[in-house]
C-alpha cells in the first residue's frame, strides 16, 4: 500500500449492511475491508492502515461503537472514524461526536450520504498529507537567516551568499521591493567574520537631502541649528561590522560624491567637525531600480556603481519562484498562528492554485501581509479559494479564485441554515419547518457542512 492510499475499515455486525457498504463504497478507497465486531475490527485495525473506519454504534460484541472509537483514536489519533446511529439516537450520536468521531450517519443508511461523507474524510486525509509534506519540505529548505527557498534560483543565491560572506567583498544586491534584499545583507553579515560586530542598516531613500550627510557621518555639536550634542553617523556605529545601505540609488549627485570619497580613502568627518575618522565597515547596498538605465539618465555615478557592485547579487522576484509558495505559505501560517495566538490553519488545494498563480507585484512582503491578514480575520481552520483578497487577481487576470457555481451555491445554503439555527434558536424541527425541509433532510445538511 502507497503512502497515499486511502485505506477504509466497515464495522457492523448485520452482515448484509457490511456487504452493501463495501460494494458502494468500492470506487472510494485504495483499501477496503470489513468487520463483524470490534474485536475484529481492532485486530486488523492493528495489522493494517486504515484512514477511515465506519462503524456502527451498537455492536454485538465485547465493547461498543463508542468504546471502539476510542480505542482507534488512542491508537492513532489522525483516523477518522464515521458512526453509524440508528434514528432517534441524537444523544449517541453526539457522545460519539465527543469521542472524537468525525462524523455520523443516521439509519436508514443512505448510500449517497455515506459516499459524500468518505469523500469528505478522504479530502481532508489528501490535505493532511500534504501539509505534512510541506513541512518536512519546510524543514528542509535551504534556510539563511529566515530566508525561505528551495527552488533553483534561491539556491544559487545562497550559494553566492555562502561564497561570498566571509571575504570582505563590497555587494550589491538587486531585486524588486518586497523579494528580501535586507534580509540578504543580514545573512551576509551573520555568516562574515563580522558577525560579532554591529549591522547598521539606513533606508537612504526615506532620507531627506539635508539630513543624510549628518546620518552617515554624524555631527558635532553646535554644527547646524538644532544640534545640541555631538552625534555618530551610520559609518561609526557600524564600526567593526556592517553597514546596509538600502535604496543607495535614490541618493543626490552630491551625496554620491561624499559616499564614494569615503569608499576611496576610508577616510570621513562628522559635520561641523575638522578631523578625518577612519572606517572599518564592510559596505553592503541595495536597490530595486536598473541601475544602468540609472547611469545611461545620468541620474547615477558610473564610477560608485563600480565601486559598490563588485560582487552583485540579484533576488528573484516571487513571480520567478512560484514553486517557494506554498512552502512560504506553511511557514507564515504557521508564524502568525502563533503570534496571534489563534488555532493552526491549512489551505485548501484551490486556494493554493490560486495562491500560487497571483502575480504578486509586492513579493514575500505581500504574501506575508496577506497571509497575516487570513490568519487574523478567518475563523475556519481550512482557508479555501473564496477566502483570498480580491486584490490579488485583477478583472482581467486569468488567475481568479477557482470558486464554481456549485460552491457559490452551497456557500449560500450552509448560511441559510446558519441564519435559521440562530432565528430558532438551534430547535431543529422549528428550523426544518423554516427552511422548509424535513428534519432529516437537516440533519444531512447539517453534517455536509459540518455544523453540529
Partial sequence: MKATDFGVLIVDDEPNIRSGLAKGLATEADLLDTAGDADEALSKFERQKFDLVIADVRLNSSMDGIQ????????????????????GTVETAVEAMRAGAFDFIGKPLDLNLVRQQVRKARDHYLLRLENQRLRNQLANAGEISKIIGSCAAMQDVFRQV?????TEATVMIQGESGTGKELIARALHDLSDRSDGPFIAVNLGAMPESLLESELFGHEKGAFTGAIRQKPGCFEQAQGGTLFLDEVTEMSSKSQVDLLRVLESRLYSRVGGEGMQETDVRIISATNKSVQDLIDDGTFREDLYYRLNVIPIQIPSLRQRREDIPLLVEHFLRHFCERHNRPSKQVASEAMQSLAAAHWPGNVRQLRNVMERLVVTLTDDVIH?????QELFPRNSRAAPLVTLAESVEECER????NALEACEYHREKTARRLGVSVRTLHYKMGRYSLH
Avoid: E, G, M, W
Avoid at 448560511?415 to 446558519?418: D, E, L, M, V, W
Fill in 68 to 87: 471502539l472509537v476510542r480505542k482507534i483514536l488512542y491508537s492513532r489519533p489522525q483516523t477518522a472514524v464515521i458512526v453509524i446511529t440508528a434514528h
Fill in 415 to 418: 448560511n441559510a441554515i446558519i
Fill in 162 to 166: 555562502r561564497q561570498v560572506a566571509a
Fill in 385 to 389: 479559494a473564496k477566502d483570498l483578497p
